[in-house]
């Protein structure tokens, strides 16, 4: 019998590790995008929200435009509703929570989700990814709550509403045929959703432009989002729930870094510590085999 272990098997030489890595850290800067868009008052959460996702919307059509002219976008109307609750909450919650406390909220959610709907679909979860999953999530914690101020149950509860839409949006990815088609569809069926924002305009929401929010906001759409997300449907199709769940943990410690190189905030040693905790429980629960499903005999 051989015991040659499969690519899902050895993850660092597998191909899903790299784009992996690549749309991790597109939603790590999607983060400090936000936070330099919405900081200061540079653009409010309702334009932040419709520029980020017209022109990811935009971005993904051209691009399938350009790769498949005869053949269009596809996604569905569950993917865009997922995609908007995530985008336009996030966006409102962050207004209010600091960054440490919302990402926690975020990633929690997302990662509660997933697990969730993994049991529910009867995946089985093995020691070693439970294990490295606590791991990942206990760093967190060290990472984020200290000196953290307690937030606001109206925020906190629009952050964890966006945390489970996300793990939604990254479960419906799994069975995607054409990763980005799918996303593509899903972005251009997120805009008409905007509509919901309306009567928060009519009665007295203040919309706020200025050139560096809208750049913040555009980038966000086009860089983060659309090639971050089409490249995140192109993994959870190969990876488990679970593993797709935790691999997510690593976002807040990357968007730290982010911060820090970026924006010039402040890395302590106890974070630095929390980060190497994180980063150890991601890489133990994703060098995990896949539960097989049983063969018939």
């Known amino acids: 019998m051989s015991t040659t272990s499969s ?17 991790l850290m597109a939603f790590a800067a999607n983060s400090v995008f936000c936070r330099l868009a919405l900081k200061d008052g540079a653009v409010d959460a309702i334009s932040f929200t419709a520029l980020r996702l017209g022109s ?26 997922a995609l908007f609750c995530y985008a336009f909450l996030f966006s409102v919650a962050y207004l209010d929570l600091n960054a440490g406390v919302g990402a926690l909220l ?3 959610a997302v990662q509660l989700t ?6 529910l679909r009867g995946e089985r979860i093995s020691l070693r990814t439970l294990s490295g999953m606590l791991m990942a999530f206990s760093g967190l914690i060290v990472l984020l709550l200290p000196g953290s101020h307690a937030p606001t149950l109206t925020s906190a509860l629009l952050m964890v509403v966006a ?17 980005l088609a799918d996303t593509a569809g899903n972005f251009i069926r997120s805009v008409p959703f905007l509509a919901v924002c309306a009567p928060l305009m009519v009665f007295g929401a203040e919309l706020r432009f200025s050139m560096a929010g809208v750049f913040f906001a555009v980038c966000s759409g086009v860089l983060a989002s659309a090639a971050g997300y089409a490249v995140w449907y192109s993994v959870v199709r190969r990876i488990s729930a679970q593993q797709a769940a935790t691999l997510q943990l690593s976002v807040p410690v990357i968007a730290a870094l982010g911060g820090m190189l970026v924006i010039g905030e402040t890395l302590s040693l106890r974070a630095m510590a929390a980060c190497a905790i994180v980063l150890g429980g991601v890489a133990i629960a994703v060098t995990a085999p896949r539960p097989r499903a049983p063969t018939q005999a």
């Open 106 to 108: 975020l990633f929690g």
């Open 56 to 81: 990811g919307a935009l971005c993904l059509w051209w691009l399938v435009r350009l790769r498949s002219p005869c053949s269009g976008a596809a996604g569905s109307w569950r993917g865009g509703l």
């Open 114 to 119: 997933m697990f969730g709907m993994a049991l």
């Open 7 to 23: 690519p899902i098997e050895r993850p660092l030489l597998s191909a899903w590790f790299w784009p992996a890595m690549f749309s």
């Open 163 to 179: 945390g489970i839409a996300w793990g939604i949006y990254t479960l419906l990815g799994q069975g995607s045929p054409r990763p």
